[in-house]
Every structure is written in C-alpha cells, then in structure tokens.
C-alpha cells in the first residue's frame, strides 16, 4: 500500500517539476532533479512513512540513499516550505490529491 503511495507522488512531483519520473531515481545534482527528490521525501515523511521505507522504495527503483540524506532533504523541503508559500501550496496539493 504505502509503496502504491510513494510511487504516486513520485509521478506527481515529476510533472509539477516538468521532469521525467526516472530522474528522481538517477545520481544526478541538478537543482531541479534535486529539489524534486527531496520533496518527495518530504511528503512520503509527513504522509508518515518510515524512513527505511522511503530508503526501500528509493533502492527499489535504483537510487540506494542513506537515511542521513533522506533527513537532510526532508529539512532542507521543510525549510522551504516555509520560505516559499508557493511550495508550501504544491504540498498542499500533493497531500490531497493522493
């Protein structure tokens, strides 16, 4: 059920980011890829998900992350969550679209 979850907003980040779904599972720095990837660990987190389920269903679909990142990402979304009401809107919507 929760891996049915995570690819959802997996495939909702990817087109509110106008990026392709597998490049949130590829070892790629763009800002873009790398926003993306650490919203959806935000919104799995908040969904709640376990962080070892996140780190699964990252490995999963090829990306193999450490938890210490997960959380990294988690704080940096959760941070600009705050900053920016826009993104604030995007995971509102993304909360309750799945």
């Given at each position: 059920m929760k891996a049915e979850i995570f690819n959802q907003y997996a495939s909702?980040?990817?087109h509110i980011f106008d990026i392709n779904e597998e490049d949130l599972?590829?070892?790629s720095k763009k800002r873009d890829i790398v926003d993306a990837?650490?919203?959806?660990?935000?919104?799995c987190h908040k969904r709640p998900m376990r962080l070892v389920n996140i780190q699964r269903y990252m490995k999963g679909?090829?990306?193999?992350?450490?938890h210490n990142n997960i959380l990294y990402g988690i704080k940096t979304a959760k941070k600009r969550a705050?900053?920016?009401?826009?993104?604030?809107?995007?995971?509102?919507?993304?909360?309750?679209?799945v």
């Open positions: 909702e980040i990817a599972f590829i070892k990837r650490f919203l959806l660990y935000y919104i679909r090829g990306y193999d992350i450490f705050r900053r920016d009401k826009d993104y604030a809107k995007i995971i509102k919507a993304l909360q309750n679209e």
